[in-house]
């Protein structure tokens, strides 16, 4: 094909170029020009680390074409952007994904085979991005991928942490925090913009003047003052054009060395300065118990959200507008409570930087931001302490002031004989300890709201933001969670992927909807076959990966009955546990029992805080201890902890697993997305009516789910009717056996007081209602275990819970996102 003629200006040739063509050919000699030119090797001597960076250079050159192509079209056609503010993104390793998106997967193989190198041994040795925690940085990136997909100008914002929340190690059972060094070997795949800097300000002190027209002015003076530096990652759409922007802010000291300082001697404190500096982009989610650690979250918050509205600002600065217009340009979703400070920043901004009166800032502000809402538990809405605010943020302690008068002037006039609810509305809680209300500013400041699946946003219009749903139902709405089939479907469970392509074309890549087509393949017994052999193999490599990593040597033949999510008492995992040891009494009081072989695979991390969370890991693996060297459970019940679950465990782990726990107190979880990914991989839900499990029900019909327990309704009603735990222990024999085999040491080499805190918790408080669930789990298991005894029944299932799992990707997401609350469209990049 002869080469395109390059057009005018600065963009490069096309993807036909030798420079980023997509051959086998021109992707091996652009490996081995990269082996040579940046890791300054040659084949004979490079080591793993050299050519996952020289292959991942290759394809970053490939993104960049297309990034810079991307990023002209929009400057041509100044669409509305989206930018969405979060304190985490999880994407997961970048590689493979990338060659997904840019579909040189075959090609990259074919070159890679050319030069003796295996595609999947480079793949494995990359360290995954520690820029999140769990489910809200991994939705953030599902998002991010959705939005490049449905080619929708975007720009993510965050953090650059340098260091992840922590690595997991397992010792005597315990959970052990060891850093996360994510970026010891660097990162190919940002680029660093030393040119994209803003300064922003800590502590200080405010000064209000009158200027020569006779207006007030505020000064922030004598502040701290901190830069953040811009740090860009591609993120490709899958099948089209556009590359977005992932901008997440490294923090660097204004002045790196103070040379009078040092020529005075004080070496150390020379330095100090940068020191203090990169602290606040150094870790992800520092331990807040202590007043260190809120102070350094908060710094955290509001250092990601002034470099990424200043940097907005500067956008649209070449845009030409009147600033009284910035609404118009971007659409701001706050991803949680996290960088609500954004409302209180971007009207400091307007006002005090830029010169607009409070009412065109405030109307700018309010139709910029929306709010997602991630949780329903009181205690995880952030609220800051009066005083480490006002010591912080200064001027944004006036602003929030400001904001709140006039916000509950209005309420007065609405509710005057109603004092009760206006100090409930408050952005200002002012029973002592004062705080500022971070969920609140976000609900005043921002035109929508939304929650994270149906029953999610029922009941957040019903308890934490009932007084908010009063005055404004409009501007609540829902828009379930979703994730992207590319990452954890397609990428993690190629043999299921290639089976759905045969059998329905390759359209449901990017239309889920499609998957719909394999409900008349479900009774098709060739069919079926085929599907339980591509589940066998990802069983089997789930197998080998833990017989590799640990020693675990595990069936793959068995049930693999598996809880993959945070470890919180919300969450259950002890309830889990109770059905295992239940099944572990019943095996040893009846050997010969028909008990159908199952392996429970656990993995999620507790947070370094919280005792309880980390004494149920304790547990689990006290139990899997006993329970895997027991000779009459013979191999037919297994239990296996996984350790350090993260996005790249987690794609061995979700086609594996045939029974999903989603098991969760009924009103407590905010959605789930794991729920999902399961879902989509063809296991079933055992689980409660929470979150997103009432939509998956729904979708999948009732006869393909395993329902049990309490619902939300339910739950309220039993607590306030006075629930008493021990007396359902008293009544229910397998759980009087279940508990006393733990309270008694039988776990726990006869220590009887390593579990007791847990035990006396179940049996004296119970807050997750884990005893008044108990008997409807163990039974629905039961129920678990007669339709795995029919392979057929088991197999049909399974289909149809993908078949009917469209609406859970990201994809549909995101585009009610751009149609109810951001008010955005496609713009096409040409290729």
Known sequence: MPARKQSSGTVPPGPEHTRTGLSAETLRQAFLDNLFYIQGRFPEIATDDDRYQALSYT?????????????????????????????????????????????????????????????????????????????LGRLAACFMDSLATLEIPAIGYGIRYEYGIFDQKIQDGWQVETSDTWLHYGNPWEVRRPGICYDVRIGGRTEHVTDEHGRLRVHWRHADLFRGVAYDTPVAGYGVETVNLLRLWRAEAAEDFDFTVFNQGDYVGAVMRKVRSETISKVLYPNDEADSGKRLRLLQQYFFVSCSLQDMLRIFATTGRPLAEFHAKFAAQLNDTHPTIAVAELMRLLVDEHGLDWDEAWQATRHTFAYTNHTLLPE????????????????????????????????????????????????????????????????????AINGVAALHTRLLGTTVLKDFHDIWPDKFQNKTNGVTPRRFLMLANPGLADLLTEAL??????????????????????????????????????????????????????????????????????????????????????????????????????????????????????????????????????????????????????????????????????????????????????????????????AVGPDNFFLFGLDADEAVRTRAAGYRPYALYERDPELRAAVDLIAGGHFAHGDAGLFRPLVDHLLGRDDYL????????????????????????????????VARMGRFSSDRAIAEYCRDIWNVAPARVDG
């Open 59 to 135: 394809v970053r050159d490939r993104l960049l074409h297309r990034w810079v192509r991307t990023i002209q079209a929009y400057k041509e056609r100044d669409p509305r952007t989206v930018c969405y503010l979060s304190a985490e993104y999880l994407p997961g390793p970048h590689l493979a994904n990338n060659l997904l998106s840019l579909g040189i997967v075959d090609a990259t193989r074919e070159a890679l085979r050319g030069l003796g190198l295996d595609l999947d041994a480079i793949l494995d040795h990359e360290e995954e991005p520690g820029l999140g925690n769990g489910g």
């Open 380 to 447: 995880a809405l952030e609220k800051w302490p009066l005083p480490l605010f006002a010591d912080v943020l200064p001027r944004h302690l006036e602003i929030v002031y400001e904001i709140n008068r006039r916000f509950l002037d209005d309420m007065r006039l609405r509710y005057p004989d109603d004092p009760a609810r206006i100090a409930r509305l408050s952005i200002i809680d002012e029973t002592p300890p004062k705080y500022v209300r971070m969920a609140h500013l976000a609900s005043v400041g921002g035109h």
């Open 505 to 698: 074309g390759d359209g449901w890549t990017r239309d889920l909807e499609r998957l719909r087509g394999l409900e008349g393949l479900a009774d098709d017994p060739a069919f079926q076959d085929r599907w339980r052999q591509a589940k066998l193999i990802r069983k089997a490599a789930l197998a080998e990966r833990l017989r590799a990593g640990q020693g675990n040597a595990i069936d793959p033949a068995s049930l693999f009955d598996i809880q993959a999510k945070r470890i919180h008492e919300y969450k259950r995992q002890h309830l889990n546990l109770l059905h295992v040891v239940t099944l572990y009494n019943r095996l040893k009081h009846a050997p010969d029992a028909d008990v159908p072989a199952r392996t429970v695979l656990f993995g999620g991390k507790a947070a370094p805080g919280y005792a309880m969370a980390k004494l149920i890991i304790k547990l689990i693996n006290a139990v899997a201890e006993v329970v895997n060297r027991d000779p009459d459970m013979r191999d037919r019940l297994k239990v296996v902890f996984v350790p350090d679950y993260n996005v790249k465990v987690a794609q061995s782990v979700y086609p594996a697993a045939d029974l999903s726990e989603q098991i969760s107190t009924a009103g407590m979880e905010a959605s789930g997305t794991g729920n999902m990914k399961f879902s989509l991989n063809g296991a079933l839900t055992i689980g409660t009516l929470d979150g997103a499990n009432v939509e998956i029900r729904e």
């Open 770 to 801: 884990l005893l008044a669930d108990y008997r409807a789990y163990v039974d629905c298991q039961d129920r678990v275990a007669d339709a795995w005894r029919d392979p057929a029944r088991w197999t049909r299932m399974a289909i149809l819970n």
